[in-house]
């Protein structure tokens, strides 16, 4: 085993120019008034790795062009279909009118583990809360579901770029699944 060259992991991926065509994972994320311009920047470059259909960032989440964003999005902001809108029920209109249903990212009465959703979610919108108080109330009644992380430690939850991360990640394996 030797580590892979830039170039040859270059070479495996999907050619810029075609980075348009192909079709991208039915997969929305809502970012609620996230306030680290630095987990937003890390959000859109999972968002790229994650290949999904577009950022919605909303409320007070700050938005491109910020080079706060650019540090950890390393030019992703221009690969990642993303809007800026202020109003969640502008955002859920947005997401119901691409048929996708909405799941929060968060500890509720009825969340279930992040690893039990199926192929029937889809197209799903994900919705990642605010770093202290996690998901707005607006988004929380327009939910569908629930999933949550599960933690064993003393900490109840993740960054919220890493539990992004994990969560995005879960759901296009649920999509390659046979």
């Known amino acids: 085993m030797r580590k892979l060259t830039h170039q040859e992991i270059s ?4 050619p810029r120019e075609q980075a348009g065509i192909a079709p991208r994972h039915p997969i929305f994320a809502i970012l609620d008034n ?3 311009l630095y987990n937003v920047g890390s959000m859109f470059r999972t968002a790229d790795g994650a290949w999904i259909s577009e950022l919605l960032l909303s409320g007070y989440t700050p938005h491109p062009p910020r080079k706060e964003i ?8 221009s690969t990642v279909p993303w809007r800026h809108l202020r109003d969640p029920a502008a955002v859920i209109k947005t997401v119901r009118n691409e048929g996708a249903r909405i799941c ?3 500890h509720t009465t009825g969340s ?3 690893d039990r959703l199926a192929k029937r979610d889809f197209p799903i919108c994900l919705v990642v809360g605010n770093e202290l108080t996690g998901v707005s109330p607006e988004y929380i009644a327009a939910a569908d579901m629930a999933i949550e992380i599960p933690m064993y430690g003393t900490k109840q939850s993740l960054n919220a770029a890493v539990a992004f991360g994990i969560a995005v990640f879960e759901m296009v394996r649920i999509l390659k699944s046979e």
Not at 11 to 14: N, T, V, Y
Not at 70 to 77: D, F, N, R, V, W
């Open 112 to 114: 279930l583990s992040y």
């Open 70 to 77: 650019e540090k950890t999005a390393l030019g992703t902001t």
């Open 34 to 36: 996230v306030r680290s």
């Open 11 to 14: 070479a495996s991926r999907i």
């Open 104 to 106: 929060l990212l968060e």
